[in-house]
Every structure is written in C-alpha cells, then in structure tokens.
C-alpha cells in the first residue's frame, strides 16, 4: 500500500518545483506542471516567441492557452486526503539505513519526506499537518535526507535559500548584509532550475557519446572477427571490392545516362521553341497574304491606294541562320568515350592485377583517415569557394514570400499561393531549402533582419511536417538560430549557447568530405561561433527559418 501510494504522489508531482502539483494543467506534450510553474517558465521564453516542454523540450507556438485538469486536480485532492493514510506495517519502521521519523517517540518510522523550511523529516502521519495547514503547505517537501543541516548556515544558523553567484555557494539571507554583501546572488530554487536544465544537456551529451562509443566497439568486434576469419571469408572479402566497383560502374552509368538525357530535353525544348516561333511566323503571313489578295480585288483606286500601306508592311522574318541540321548522330562522341573508358579499364584490370591483389592482403584492421584540407582563415580564403544558391519554391512554407530571384525571402501574414500538394514543402513551420545541393568545399553567406532567423543546413529527406521538421530539433539539420541579442545552436533537439558578436551578416562554411561545418560572424572581421565535426552521409541544402517580421537574404559574394 504504501509503495502504491509513493508511486502515485511522484505520478502527480510538478517536475518543475518537485511538488504535488497545484492547479495542475496539461500541456500539447502530455506532460502536467503546476500552473504558476509552468507560466514562469513561458515567461521567460516571451522574448523568443517558442514556448517549449521543460521535460521533452517540444516546441510550441503560439503559446498554448493553459486550463486546469479538472481530472488530474480530483486525484491530486483524493491522494492528500486518503493515500498517506495507510497504517503503519513492520516494513514502515526506520531501518539502519532508513531515514527516521524526527517527530517519531519511541520506536521510529521510516520518513517519507523532508521539510526544507522545518529542517525535519516526517513519516505518513506526522507529515500531514504540513498537507493541511496553509501555512505548511507553502513549505518545500523532498525526499528523506539525512543531511539537512547542511542547509543551516554555520555562520547565523539560518537555512541557506539563497545562491551566490559571485562566489559558487549556498548562503542565508544574513550573509547578503555582510560578507557576501554587493555580490550576484539568486534564490537557490532558481539557480537549481537554470543549473537542472545545464545538466539535461549535459546527460543527452553523455548519452550521445556513450551510443557513439558502443556503436564505436560494436564495430571494432566486427573487424576482431573478420581478422580471425578463415581464407574462404577472405575470398568474400575480395567478392564485396569487386561488388563495389560495380556499383560504381553502374552509378556512372546511371550519371551519364541522366545527362544525356537532360542533354536531349533542353535542345529539344529549344527546337521546339523555334518550330513554334516559325509557325506564328506562318500564320501571320498567310493572315497578311489574305489581306494583300483582298486588297488587289478592290476596283476603288483611291480606296487601294489609302490601304495599300499599312497592309503591304511586313514583320522582321524570324532568323533561321542557327537551324543546322546534321545527318550525324548527335551524341556518337558520348558513345566513343564510353567505349575508350571501356578500353582503359580492360588495361588496368589487366596491368594493374598483382597490385590490387597486394592491396587487399596489405589492408589494416584500422584504416587512418586522410588528413583534411586546412581550413580558411581570412574572407578572402573563403571567398574562394563561394557557391551560388537560390531557394526552391517548391519547399518554401506558404508564409514566405520569395523574391530578388529566389534569393529573398520574407515572413508574410498573407499566404502565398503555393501548391500545398507539394510534398516537399514545410508544411507547418516557416522554412525554406535551397534548390541546389551541397558536398565538397562551400561557402555562403546570409544577410538577415528582424527578430529571428535561423542558418541552417539539412539533409534532402528532412521532414516536412510536425515539431521534428524545425531545422535543428532533428538528427538530419543542423542550426545556428540568431536573434537580436544572441545566438543558439541546435542538433537532434540539443541545444548549445553561442557566444559571440552579433551581425546581421552571418558566414556559412562546409566541408563535406571533412565532415566539417562551421558559422562566422560576418562584419569587418569574421568570427568563428560554432564549429561542428561530424560525418555526412548525404548531400546537404542550405535551409532558412523566417520568423514574423523578419527576412533574410542569400548574399551575392565576388
């Protein structure tokens, strides 16, 4: 019964102040707080306009209307009034490594919790004067400690509710006046807050690493065994190279066979372009040949000659000096370096046989990376491998309005006329991909404005919809949020704050094969904000988030 009720009373506490929640309301997430808590904690995100789960860290915006749980308030009032009353078994007595009931005479029961405010742990019983008085329930309840004097201030033996900044420790409203007087100081419930959030981040971080790490040893146990394994697992070794240069082959196949046949399309289009420019051509000389035939007929001398000149005057023939048609077959060159690709081939399999087959036996377990290229110091080093992107439409949220060639993009309240069929459009969010892909080296730059723009880069295959398709709060984009006063970076949902100078103008660098992203702060002199290392596993497109009344711009760079 009593691990029942335990259970219970943790269900229905407020995650925020560790409480039994008051006036408990329930958020789009599903996760309950208190209101009061759960309205300070939006407060503070007003200036962000995102208003987000302190537990699951789901977005939300605009910011949800909150209204109590009626359901949820019934068993919170059910609970105070009948799950502590359970009495007392052999189980509910303090053990050696129980914490005791202090309230407790003679043989003592186990303390279910401990006040903050009193300094006193209590059991089931003695601890409801503190679930019935008004005075006492305003009185901070944790989980049993033995080590509340800790809380009492050596030097006024006063409990210590208050934080120093300054110098890094928990101190009593006493040494505010003296010691600790003119320093930074804070209640210590929200430094606990402010410092419980750093450690989520820090545990996800952890918990990264140590999936990374396993994966990481997972893969080293794989190459132990096809170390050990026999001379037939070394012919399958050789079958899967062989496999792979296929592939390539086929991938080139597939690369020329694109082209050619993008090839065809674009001089198709342009002949029928001109086809279509000759036919008007013809239709309006007949329509004139008809007039002139008429015009001949007339018996009127002085009625020909007052037509004769504006029915006589003939348009500028279209040009067709570029019409060259050739009896040849239009890509037999494609087809002769297909062929002498062929033919280099057969030389090197042939030539090359004793080396490949050196290569294979020589292949360590552990194969080092190359070194990457060194990475730009200067804008003019980066400048070098400035790319031009524009924006694809078909991907631009109804709420962005693109302009200056698909190069501008900003936040309207009046929805554009995009086809919501689309499939690779944002849906919900207002963001936007660039129409070009990017891989090896690349360089772009953003001018921004407004109250909030985010930089970003993602894979093709991002979603289009729901909480996870905003830039960041995924693992396929990663983000550089800039606002008015400071940046934020965001992957998979973790979000890292960016120290730095903001700019209006902000630098994106890529090196795709590195694995390597990096974010500057663009004015007279460039500074670096974040630098990710990490691997790329697929072409990346620059992607942007227009807040309200905002804008940015894909700069063109010389």
Known sequence: MEQKNQLDQET??????LDLLKDPVTIPCGHSYCMSCIKGFWD???????YSCPQCREAFTPRPVLKKNTMLAALVEQLKKTGLQAAPADHCYAGPEDVACDVCTGRKLKAIKSCLQCLVSYCENHLQSHLESTKLKKHKLVEPSEKLQENICSRHDEVMKIFCRTDKKCICYLCTMDEHKGHDTVPAAAERTERQRELEVSR??????IQDREKDVKLLQQEVEAVSRSADEAVEDSEKTFTQLIRLLQKRSSDVKQ????????EMRRV?????????EITELKRKDAELKQLSHTEDHNQFLHNYPSVSQLSEPTDSSSINIRPLRYFEDVTAAVSELRDKLQDILKDKWTNIS?????VDVLLSEPEPEPEPKIRADFLKYSREITLDPNTANTRLLLSDG?????YTLQQQSYSRLHTDRFTEYPQVLSRESLTGRCYWEVEWGGAMVFVAVAYKNINRAGRESVFGRNDKSWSLDCYTNRYDFWFNNIQTPVSGPVSSRVGVYLDHRAGILSF?????????LHRVQTTFTQPLYAGLYVGYESTAVLCKLK
């Open 12 to 17: 229905i506490s407020c995650s925020i102040c």
């Open 44 to 50: 503070a995100e007003d200036q962000r306009k995102i």
């Open 204 to 209: 996800l971080n952890i918990q990264q690493r």
């Open 259 to 266: 082209q050619i046949r993008s090839q065809q399309e674009t």
């Open 272 to 280: 029928k372009e001109l086809q279509e420019k000759l036919q008007q």
């Open 358 to 362: 050196r290569s294979v036996t020589e």
């Open 406 to 410: 698909n190069r501008k993009v900003t």
């Open 520 to 528: 500057y702060s663009v004015s007279e002199t460039m500074t670096l």
